[in-house]
């Protein structure tokens, strides 16, 4: 507001370098603030200013050139390509081959920000030749340069498949697996981060990823005590598991379900997602990768999320989890409903607290509907017979109307606990799949039990 960004501008071009180093400083602050100083900054032409001769400069102003770039180009896709259109990739990418760690470092920070808000501005980057000097820094010495590097790489893979393969060209992904056992879980965090961004693509990727041989070794890092690098550690797999039946019995294969398994049971919150997730797709592939997951006692710890969990989404990811398992075979669904997975599912479903995002609800039926279309498993069936709406008793009684004229210990039961009473109350259109499977119920008993 008094005007100081205008009085900066000239000091840029100052004969004394610490006064052009100060003031870019002060610029860079500025601009960090929020997006209107930022706006400001650019508006006042102050770009072309602080570029103009950065090649030439001393290593601190290169430091705190790149770190302008940065705080102007963090808040918006415009102001980053404010930043690209007054030729701010060439500079930086020559500041990537600088001798000092500290410029490498301010550059490869730049171009991360510029890269990660929309595949135009990543591609931008990796026209100005990025990559290939990027994958250079991860193999320096310096933990913090190598930090920034994985995390930059990650913010350029993160886009589309054409991106990501242009990281995997530049011969990434063998050095980012080398790093996964590194101590440092900040360095940890952004490598597990980048193969993800790249496995999360295609097919193809998520192979070439495997290959750099990070089975088992990722699987440390779910016990890992940094509660990030556990959630990468999860992400990345679950990147890998999703796509075929093939990579998700290599991860089963390399104990990779059992470590999501007790990961998911030691932490909490939205740490757990990435391992809940990790079990439905590979549930989701076949009958007998839903089994692995069934003894590897999957079950457990996705009805503890049901009960302990608060946020609807992470609710919503264990139920569909459940949902996968459970609708292969009666088999698949006697296990998920022995383990009082029905009663929860049903509660949170008719709950009224409950989140009203459709798709979150219909997550939830979908899961409660895929189990009892299998279920035979009459225990577990009959809490839900007094307290289920109308949508959901359809599949109830559908279950019931298969195993009771099969079973006579069962057809006793029906009577005394008030199953059968609780038939005769429903109101079903004539002629519908829900009256027919009244009828066959009721076909098991004689007239007088049924009146």
């Known amino acids: 507001n008094s005007g100081v960004v205008c009085l900066l501008r000239p000091l840029l071009l100052d004969v004394v370098p ?44 290169k430091k705190t050139a790149a770190f302008v770039l940065r705080a102007i180009a963090k808040h918006s896709p ?24 500290g410029v490498k470092e301010g550059a490869s920070w730049a171009l991360g920000y510029i890269a990660r808000h929309n595949p135009e501005l990543s591609q931008a980057v990796v026209d100005a030749g990025a990559v290939p000097l990027l994958v250079l820094c991860i193999q320096e010495p310096e933990i913090a340069l190598k930090r920034i590097a994985a995390s930059t790489l990650s913010d350029i893979s993160k886009h589309s498949p054409e991106l990501a393969q242009t990281v995997v060209d530049a ?23 980048a193969l993800s961004q790249i496995a999360k693509h295609s097919v193809d990727l998520a192979e070439l990823v495997v290959e750099a041989e990070i089975f088992p070794v990722v699987l440390t890092c779910l016990k890992d005590s940094d509660e990030y690098v556990k959630k990468n550690g999860a992400t990345l797999i679950r990147e890998i598991a999703k796509h075929t039946p093939e990579l998700s019995q290599l991860v089963v294969n390399s104990g990779g379900v059992a470590a999501v398994v007790d990961c998911i049971g030691s932490c909490r919150g939205t740490v757990r997602l990435p391992g809940i ?55 698949h669904a006697r296990h998920v409903a022995a383990a009082n997975v029905l009663p929860t599912l049903l509660d949170i479903f008719v709950d009224t607290d409950s989140s009203e995002d459709l798709k979150i609800k219909a997550s939830r039926f979908k899961a409660l509907k895929n189990i009892l279309q299998k279920c035979t498993y009459l225990p577990a069936l009959e809490p839900l017979l007094h307290e289920a709406p109308p949508s959901i008793m359809k599949h109830i009684i559908g279950q019931y109307s298969k195993v009771l004229p099969h079973d006579s210990k069962a057809r006793r039961l029906f009577v005394t606990t008030g199953g059968l009473k609780k038939v005769q109350e429903i109101k079903a259109e004539p002629g519908s799949l829900l009256q027919e499977y009244i009828n066959t119920i009721n076909n098991c008993y004689p007239e007088e039990i049924v009146r």
């Not at 100083?37 to 200013?49: N, Q, R």
């Not at 259109?85 to 600088?98: F, N, P, R, S, T």
């Not at 011969?171 to 981060?193: E, F, G, T």
Request: proline share 5%; glycine share 4%.
């Open 171 to 193: 011969r990434a992904i063998a050095y980012l697996a080398q790093m996964i056992p590194n101590p440092d879980a900040k360095l940890k965090r952004q490598v597990l981060s």
């Open 78 to 101: 415009q102001l980053a390509q404010a930043v690209v259109q007054c030729g701010a990739l060439e500079m930086l990418v020559i500041c990537l081959e600088d001798f000092d760690p």
């Open 277 to 331: 997730m990790t079990l439905g797709y590979v549930a989701a592939h076949s009958e007998n990768l839903s089994m692995a997951v069934i003894v590897s006692k999957g079950i457990p710890p996705l009805s503890v999320c049901l009960i302990e969990e608060h946020e609807d989404h992470i609710k919503a990811a264990a139920a569909w989890a459940l949902g996968q398992i459970g609708r292969h075979t009666t088999e």
């Open 18 to 61: 610490s006064i052009r180093q100060t003031t870019a400083l002060a610029l860079g602050r500025l601009a960090d603030y929020d997006v209107e100083l930022a706006e400001a900054v650019v508006k006042a032409g102050i770009l072309p200013h602080l570029l103009c001769a950065l090649p030439e400069e001393n290593r601190f102003y």
